[in-house]
Nanobody, 118 residues
Framework: QVQLVESGGGLVQGGGSLRLSCAAS????????MAWYRQAPGKERELVAS???????NYVDSVKGRFTISRDNNKNTLYLQMNNLKPEDTAVYYC????????????WGQGTQVTVSS
């Protein structure tokens, strides 16, 4: 079983930045894609950003130009750099990883809270 552990969340003022990290318990090279999701109170979980092993990224429109997803295979870690944060970015952020070509093998982290004050 793969463990994903997120960190880097916290309270930040609007316009500020945070970098989330997702550390995996084993080599992440086989994961394709990896992604960040978020869930705000009373809302459904939504895909924020995804990254394929080949480097193709995808972002939800509301974060384009502000968030950047990246991965370091040597450190077994996925990142989400979040700049110019807005109150509407407040949510629990979850890391997700899927075994390449095997959608029945998807893993989730426990989540990290991001709160943006106005």
């Amino acid at each position: 079983q793969v463990q994903l552990v997120e960190s880097g969340g916290g309270l930040v003022q609007g316009g500020g930045s945070l970098r989330l990290s997702c550390a995996a318990s084993r080599n992440i090279f086989s994961f394709n894609p990896m992604a960040w999701y978020r869930q705000a109170p009373g809302k459904e979980r939504e895909l924020v950003a995804s990254l394929t092993r080949g480097g193709i990224t995808n972002y939800v429109d509301s974060v384009k130009g502000r968030f950047t997803i990246s991965r370091d295979n040597n450190k077994n870690t996925l990142y989400l750099q979040m700049n110019n944060l807005k109150p509407e970015d407040t949510a629990v952020y979850y890391c997700n990883a899927m075994e390449a070509g095997r959608p029945q093998y998807r893993y989730w982290g426990q989540g990290t809270q991001v709160t943006v004050s106005s």
